[in-house]
């Protein structure tokens, strides 16, 4: 014979625990909600890589199928690697690969030296003209490129350096926006660790060296990312300063896919637009978890 828990006993707090770990409707939204946050989620992947997904199965067709118009089909019914073929046999696509890696690589460069140095020094108060530039800073970021474009371009001709990929790289060494991101990273350091450092006698560079870089790794990568993404992808400003083929950056160089001597054939630019956006995704799979992490980090205070 059974005799019911008496009251007070372990039972009652093991099926009100049991009754809070179970999941229930209300921790998620009503299921219309939740239904309509799936879909919109599916609207915005659907915006976002749908055009990639696009311009890949367009690379893969042959040559008798349709890129554009009524006839048209997404999925390639005869699937061939052959415009990727056509692409690196017709423009020297690793000479253009090697500018625009040299462009990236001098450009993370000085951002990371610069904006480092330039967020350490706004981090640190008391010293005067700090306020200026500050206003300098968040001033130049309401200016457009295509505002200081001629003056740019006319500064880069009187240094000689047209058709070089110093000049591609020269306008952007460094970015106000880094500066303001790596100024918010050393402001998490806690006051007390850095007077600590300061009375065991760690002087200036130490503490920039051994305590500010490494709390600030996240703030870091966001910068590298970014500068990547804008120093690859950059079109407008190469377009303008170089002239010979040899110096023509990725963008610059596949973009002759779209001229007549090429046949306007449209699967060769989706090749190369495919070719040029892959080392961004490959870097960005890569540091994803450490991007979104940096990002959370290094959020600009103003």
């Given at each position: 014979?059974?005799?019911?828990?008496?009251?007070?006993?372990?039972?009652?707090?093991?099926?009100?625990?049991?009754?809070?770990?179970?999941?229930?409707?209300?921790?998620?939204?009503?299921?219309?909600?939740?239904?309509?946050?799936?879909?919109?989620?599916?609207?915005?992947?659907?915006?976002?890589?749908?055009?990639?997904?696009?311009?890949?199965?367009?690379?893969?067709?042959?040559?008798?199928e349709?890129?554009?118009?009524?006839?048209?089909?997404?999925?390639?019914?005869?699937?061939?690697?052959?415009?990727?073929?056509?692409?690196?046999?017709?423009?020297?696509?690793?000479?253009?690969?090697?500018?625009?890696?040299?462009?990236?690589?001098?450009?993370?460069?000085?951002?990371?030296?610069?904006?480092?140095?330039?967020?350490?020094?706004?981090?640190?108060?008391?010293?005067?003209?700090?306020?200026?530039?500050?206003?300098?800073?968040?001033?130049?970021?309401?200016?457009?490129?295509?505002?200081?474009?001629?003056?740019?371009?006319?500064?880069?001709?009187?240094?000689?350096?047209?058709?070089?990929?110093?000049?591609?790289?020269?306008?952007?060494?460094?970015?106000?926006?880094?500066?303001?991101?790596?100024?918010?990273?050393?402001?998490?350091?806690?006051?007390?660790?850095?007077?600590?450092?300061?009375?065991?006698?760690?002087?200036?560079?130490?503490?920039?060296?051994?305590?500010?870089?490494?709390?600030?790794?996240?703030?870091?990568?966001?910068?590298?990312?970014n500068?990547?993404?804008?120093a690859?992808?950059?079109?407008?400003?190469?377009?303008?300063?170089?002239?010979?083929?040899?110096?023509?950056?990725?963008?610059?160089?596949?973009?002759?896919?779209?001229?007549?001597?090429?046949?306007?054939d449209?699967?060769?630019?989706?090749?190369?637009s495919?070719?040029?956006?892959?080392?961004?995704?490959?870097?960005?799979?890569?540091?994803?978890?450490?991007f979104?992490?940096?990002?959370?980090?290094?959020?600009?205070?103003?």
């Amino acid at each position: 014979m059974t005799t019911a828990a008496p009251e007070g006993t372990a039972t009652a707090p093991l099926e009100s625990r049991r009754r809070r770990l179970m999941p229930r409707w209300r921790d998620y939204g009503r299921p219309r909600e939740l239904a309509l946050r799936y879909l919109l989620l599916v609207f915005v992947l659907f915006i976002t890589v749908g055009p990639l997904v696009w311009q890949v199965l367009s690379s893969l067709k042959g040559a008798g199928e349709d890129v554009f118009g009524a006839g048209a089909s997404l999925i390639p019914h005869h699937p061939t690697l052959r415009a990727y073929e056509q692409v690196f046999d017709q423009v020297p696509v690793w000479t253009y690969i090697r500018n625009s890696l040299f462009v990236a690589v001098i450009s993370i460069a000085s951002q990371l030296v610069f904006s480092t140095m330039a967020g350490y020094m706004l981090s640190k108060p008391g010293w005067k003209g700090r306020g200026l530039v500050w206003v300098l800073l968040m001033a130049s970021m309401m200016f457009p490129f295509e505002s200081i474009m001629v003056s740019l371009f006319l500064s880069i001709r009187d240094m000689g350096l047209v058709d070089h990929l110093v000049g591609v790289w020269l306008p952007g060494f460094v970015a106000a926006i880094n500066v303001l991101i790596m100024r918010a990273a050393f402001l998490a350091v806690p006051r007390e660790i850095e007077d600590a450092a300061m009375l065991d006698g760690a002087g200036e560079w130490k503490r920039f060296r051994y305590l500010y870089l490494p709390s600030a790794y996240g703030a870091i990568l966001v910068v590298t990312i970014n500068t990547f993404i804008s120093a690859w992808d950059d079109f407008l400003w190469p377009l303008i300063v170089l002239r010979s083929e040899e110096h023509f950056t990725l963008t610059l160089g596949l973009a002759r896919l779209q001229t007549s001597s090429f046949g306007y054939d449209q699967r060769l630019v989706m090749a190369g637009s495919v070719i040029s956006v892959i080392p961004v995704l490959v870097l960005f799979v890569i540091t994803q978890r450490w991007f979104y992490k940096g990002v959370s980090s290094g959020a600009v205070k103003l």
